[in-house]
């Protein structure tokens, strides 16, 4: 019965592992939209092109979507996450 666990360890390590590479990635992404946050504060920022801005506003809305997209596989593993019962 034990060889039968070894695929679905292995499987849930690779699982763990990818979850903590998108942890990581999101943080960056983050950091990225903090970035942008603080672009339109500052001085030169009312001195841009409608074109500009509205590249900046896109820019801003994708990294919102990377954003979201990234954490929600985590969300989900959390969520979803069930006991399993010890033998």
């Known amino acids: 019965m034990a060889l039968l666990d070894i695929p ?3 499987a849930d390590r690779k ?3 990818l979850l ?3 942890r990581v990635v999101q943080t960056g992404v983050q950091i990225v939209f903090a970035f942008l ?3 339109a504060f500052t ?3 009312p001195g841009l092109s409608d ?3 509205d590249m900046y506003i896109s820019t801003l ?3 919102v979507v990377a954003s979201v997209l990234l954490a929600t596989p985590v969300a989900l593993r959390s969520s979803c996450r069930t006991v399993r019962p010890e033998r």
């Open 8 to 10: 679905a360890e292995r």
């Open 61 to 63: 809305l994708l990294t």
């Open 20 to 22: 903590q590479e998108l």
């Open 51 to 53: 074109f500009q801005t």
């Open 43 to 45: 001085s030169r920022f």
């Open 15 to 17: 699982l763990v592992e």
């Open 37 to 39: 946050l603080g672009i």
